[in-house]
């Protein structure tokens, strides 16, 4: 068989390369306006480099009690990924290796979770937190937040023990090891890329989150960085600088947990799905 030309995809490349143009461009915008004092904010070209920059923005910005709410952010959704990871890889693996009709029930439950939108509970969950007295304590966003997460949750990490062969399950059970063993020593390890996507995908999520912050937190000390970037915007309303200086700090965690998990991350989204 003659072997076919490869053809240059000029109209994807084209296409690519626009899209990259308008996802940078904003990001540049934001970098570069951070640099510039309040001045040059008005007086000079939006687009250009500042010509005299300048780490001011950032100065006020951490001055301002941002450093707590970056730590109230840390608290919430490392609490949130620890609990979500845990119970979704233990209700994965009852759902994987458990074979039964009620295991396939419990998998439909989590599936039927998808379909329920966050907004549509919102008071539920507000009059479940007040009663358990956890108002206006971050234990009132990470318990929300580890509940709406660990559906999706399940069947990333279901989908990827399937590809798991059987016959390392059977060796580790004629070796006598039970289900805690062979979790901890099998499917820990072998499913690190996909407990790495949860992670990292749950991360972003609560990282981001503003609802629930919005509405169960209320006090200064329990603020996390999307409650203060809203805060700093009412605050700085007219230095610009400012506020997109707190924007691009709050995105420096997470942009370098991306950079640490980006390869799992892209595998363990990828498993599971190509049957």
Do not use: C
Not at 92 to 117: M, N
Not at 169 to 191: K, N, Y
Not at 226 to 231: E, G, Q
């Amino acid at each position: 068989m003659a072997k076919r030309r490869l053809r240059a995809n000029v109209p994807g490349g084209i296409a690519g390369f626009g899209w990259l143009i308008i996802t940078i461009v904003p990001v540049y915008y934001v970098v570069i306006t951070s640099l510039r004092d309040q001045r040059g904010f008005y007086d000079e070209n939006p687009l250009r480099p500042p010509t005299h920059p300048t780490l001011d923005a950032y100065s006020l910005v951490l001055q301002n009690d941002f450093l707590r709410y970056l730590a109230n952010s840390v608290v919430v959704t490392a609490g949130t990924v620890v609990i979500t990871v845990a119970v979704s890889l233990m209700a994965a693996y009852f759902v994987v290796r458990g074979r039964t009709r009620f295991s396939w029930s419990v998998y439909r439950v989590f599936l039927l979770g998808l379909a329920i939108p966050l907004q549509a509970t919102i008071i539920p969950v507000y009059y479940l937190i007040t009663r358990a007295h956890l108002y206006d304590t971050l234990l009132a966003i990470i318990l929300p937040s580890a509940a709406f997460a660990i559906p999706l949750s399940v069947i990333i990490l279901a989908n990827f023990l399937r590809d798991v062969p059987n016959e390392l399950f059977e060796s580790m059970r004629v070796d006598g090891a039970g289900d805690w063993h062979t979790l901890l020593s099998l499917v820990i390890p072998l499913t690190r890329p996909a407990l790495v996507t949860v992670a990292v995908y749950d991360g972003l999520n609560v990282w981001n989150g503003f609802l629930f912050p919005l509405i169960l937190t209320q006090s200064s000390d329990q603020r996390v960085l999307p409650m203060s970037l809203w805060a700093f915007q009412g605050q700085f309303r007219v230095n610009i600088p400012a506020v997109l200086a707190a924007v691009v700090l709050s995105t420096l965690p997470v942009l370098a947990l991306y950079i640490l998990g980006r390869r799992q991350l892209v595998s363990g989204l990828t498993a599971g799905f190509g049957r």
